[in-house]
């Protein structure tokens, strides 16, 4: 009986588990930058310009990270001198990724 009672309800489990997964994955979360500060300009393309101004004037790691957190993004430093730093692996469309050689920002990716 306690069998029974035991595999039903890893059933039940199991299947309230998964509708809770199957609906749109994308529903309540999907925001461009427009709707977060009015701009017309979406997320990654106003942020990939950015990091490409931020390499295009070579600017100092202290400069670059300014210039992010005045225009709302986060930043962080992936690589110095070749060094990879430890970073985490989930994905924010606000955050640039800063590679640094002798203090200089040379390289710079998005999320």
């Known amino acids: 009986m306690f069998r029974k009672f035991f595999v039903i309800a890893t059933v039940v489990a199991a299947g309230l588990t998964i509708s809770g997964c199957s609906g749109d994955a994308t529903a309540g979360n999907s ?13 990654a393309e106003e942020v990939t310009a950015l990091c490409a101004q931020i390499v295009t004037q070579a600017l100092p790691l202290d400069a670059a990270t300014a210039l992010a957190e005045s225009s709302g993004y986060a930043s962080r430093v992936s690589s110095i001198d070749g060094e990879p730093q430890a970073v985490t692996m989930d994905f924010r469309q606000d955050r640039m990724n800063f590679e640094v050689e002798s203090e200089i920002v040379v390289f710079c990716t998005t999320g």
């Open 31 to 43: 925001s461009s930058f427009g709707e977060i500060t009015g701009s017309a300009v979406p997320v």
